[in-house]
T-cell receptor
């Protein structure tokens, strides 16, 4: 099956800093989503981005499908950005395969 | 409000008992999914259903069963055959295979603990 790798596994930031999270995948996909999991476990949809670039406030994402990677950018980080960020990709049947996540801690 | 609901939020089970987790959606989505998350890890697919009265096994289906009698509902039963059932269970839905913009949305989850 498809492999999804996220890096870095852990990230500690000072409030106000910028960061880049990376997601590499091993095969062509027809779906790619970024999620933020809050401390209560809820998965919050950030981006649906099988290709191209999108922005939503301080967050933006880019997927280069031909090179099999996606990047999530966090600018001017806030303590509420803390949590785990997951990349998930979908192929046939629209099942999602998740990466291991990047654990982000933003310090005040 | 449109969304996905899961119940109960917390569930405790004795070894040897079957338990059923509820998942309901009012988004008019055709497809529904069940995932399992263990501490410090990503989600893994248990079962999914693209349409009413049809479902397929995911990557870790052993010890679980599902039904899809209604479009809105996709209950998951954790049977006594599941060796390590303690985990966080998340339900999701999407418009369905073949639809453009097939984004998955998730419910709040159920934390199952086997005593």
């Amino acid at each position: 099956g498809i492999q999804v790798e996220q890096s870095p596994p852990d990230l500690i930031l000072q409030e106000g800093a910028n960061s880049t999270l990376r997601c590499n995948f091993s095969d062509s996909v027809n779906n790619l989503q970024w999620f933020h999991q809050n401390p209560w476990g809820q998965l919050i949809n950030l981006f649906y981005i099988p290709s191209g670039t999108k922005q939503n406030g301080r967050l933006s994402a880019t997927t280069v499908a031909t090179e099999r990677y996606s990047l999530l950018y966090i600018s001017s980080s806030q303590t509420t950005d803390s949590g785990v960020y997951f990349c998930a990709v979908g192929v046939a049947g629209n099942k999602l395969t998740f990466g291991g996540g990047t654990r982000v801690l933003v310090k005040p | 409000d449109g969304g996905i609901t899961q119940s109960p939020k917390y569930l405790f089970r004795k070894e040897g008992q079957n338990v059923t987790l509820s998942c309901e959606q009012n988004l008019n989505h055709d497809a529904m999914y069940w995932y399992r998350q263990d501490p410090g890890q990503g989600l893994r697919l248990i079962y999914y259903s693209q349409i009413v009265n049809d479902f397929q096994k995911g990557d870790i289906a052993e010890g679980y069963s599902v039904s899809r009698e209604k479009k809105e509902s996709f209950p998951l039963t954790v049977t006594s055959a599941q060796k390590n059932p303690t985990a966080f269970y998340l339900c999701a839905s999407s418009r369905g295979q073949g639809k453009s913009y097939n984004e998955q949305f998730f419910g709040p989850g159920t934390r199952l603990t086997v005593l």
